[in-house]
């Protein structure tokens, strides 16, 4: 950790050289610091609903939460300073009573970002209207579909990761773009089955615990096909000594 905090506050450091005062420059790598604890020891949620090409630039949703209860403020304060300069400030706006700061937009400048604190949350949205929906969904406190059925489906008793890959999506908006040969192989190899990826990973009563989750459905087709084989039986496994100091067994 200590080694992870040293490399992004040089990183933080490198991006403001050409900034010649001394004491803001102090004033940021401390902030990295903080930054680097913060995301190392505090539950964070990165998400992204929109990366798709438009025209000669790539359009972006998406979206960070830290709940970072008392250094909300503080890392906010440092996010607003890194992007202040004396030719662009960000701008008050307002979202559902809260009050956040957004980067103008412009040629070198294109795509919205804006960020704020509220109730020891440090929240970020990239892209158009991110952030509204980002706060309608905290004030909601409803979990989405996919996050109910993680849970379900790949039960953890200590629950420290997770993420999800929504293939459907993900295939629909990238399969085009790469021709029809490219959708009729995906076809072939039964990879339009394919709905999401889940992962999961924490903590039992005995240990640490990795699920995962290749959701697909109907009759398995193509690559899939592969998965209808014969699984692993205690007759596989007896021939691997109780002492052995690495082991593994797969079916072919």
């Given at each position: 950790m200590a080694?992870?905090?040293?490399?992004?506050?040089?990183?933080?450091?490198?991006?403001?050289?050409?900034?010649?005062?001394?004491?803001?420059?102090?004033?940021?790598?401390?902030a990295?610091?903080?930054?680097?604890?913060?995301?190392?020891?505090?539950?964070?949620?990165l998400f992204v609903t929109k990366l798709a090409p438009e025209g000669n630039s790539l359009a972006i949703?998406?979206?960070?939460?830290?709940?970072?209860?008392?250094?909300?403020?503080?890392l906010n304060s440092a996010l607003t300073e890194y992007f202040t300069t004396d030719t662009s400030k960000p701008a008050e706006v307002t979202i559902a009573g809260r009050h956040f700061l957004a980067l103008?937009?412009?040629?070198?400048?294109?795509?919205?970002?804006?960020?704020?604190?509220?109730?020891?949350?440090?929240?970020?949205?990239?892209?158009?209207?991110v952030l509204e929906k980002l706060v309608a969904r905290l004030d909601s406190k409803q979990e989405p579909a996919w996050l109910n059925q993680l849970k379900s489906d790949l039960p953890i008793?200590?629950?420290?990761?997770?993420?999800?890959?929504?293939?459907?999506?993900?295939?629909?908006?990238?399969?085009?773009?790469?021709?029809?040969?490219?959708?009729?192989?995906?076809?072939?190899?039964?990879?339009?089955?394919i709905s999401a990826l889940m992962f999961s990973s924490g903590l039992d009563e005995s240990g640490i615990v990795s699920r995962s989750l290749l959701a697909y459905g109907g009759p398995p087709r193509g690559l899939l096909a592969l998965a209808e084989g014969?699984?692993?039986?205690?007759?596989?496994?007896?021939?691997?000594?109780?002492?052995?100091?690495?082991?593994?067994?797969?079916?072919?």
């Amino acid at each position: 950790m200590a080694e992870l905090e040293r490399s992004f506050v040089s990183t933080i450091v490198s991006l403001r050289q050409v900034d010649e005062n001394p004491e803001r420059s102090t004033r940021l790598a401390k902030a990295a610091s903080m930054w680097t604890r913060t995301l190392l020891t505090r539950p964070t949620a990165l998400f992204v609903t929109k990366l798709a090409p438009e025209g000669n630039s790539l359009a972006i949703e998406a979206g960070l939460v830290v709940h970072a209860r008392e250094a909300a403020v503080p890392l906010n304060s440092a996010l607003t300073e890194y992007f202040t300069t004396d030719t662009s400030k960000p701008a008050e706006v307002t979202i559902a009573g809260r009050h956040f700061l957004a980067l103008p937009t412009n040629a070198d400048q294109p795509i919205e970002l804006q960020w704020g604190a509220n109730d020891g949350y440090l929240v970020i949205g990239v892209g158009s209207g991110v952030l509204e929906k980002l706060v309608a969904r905290l004030d909601s406190k409803q979990e989405p579909a996919w996050l109910n059925q993680l849970k379900s489906d790949l039960p953890i008793r200590r629950r420290s990761i997770l993420s999800y890959l929504n293939i459907n999506l993900f295939r629909k908006e990238y399969a085009p773009l790469a021709g029809p040969q490219v959708q009729r192989l995906v076809t072939t190899l039964g990879l339009d089955q394919i709905s999401a990826l889940m992962f999961s990973s924490g903590l039992d009563e005995s240990g640490i615990v990795s699920r995962s989750l290749l959701a697909y459905g109907g009759p398995p087709r193509g690559l899939l096909a592969l998965a209808e084989g014969d699984a692993l039986t205690s007759a596989d496994l007896k021939h691997i000594p109780d002492d052995s100091l690495v082991a593994a067994c797969a079916v072919p």
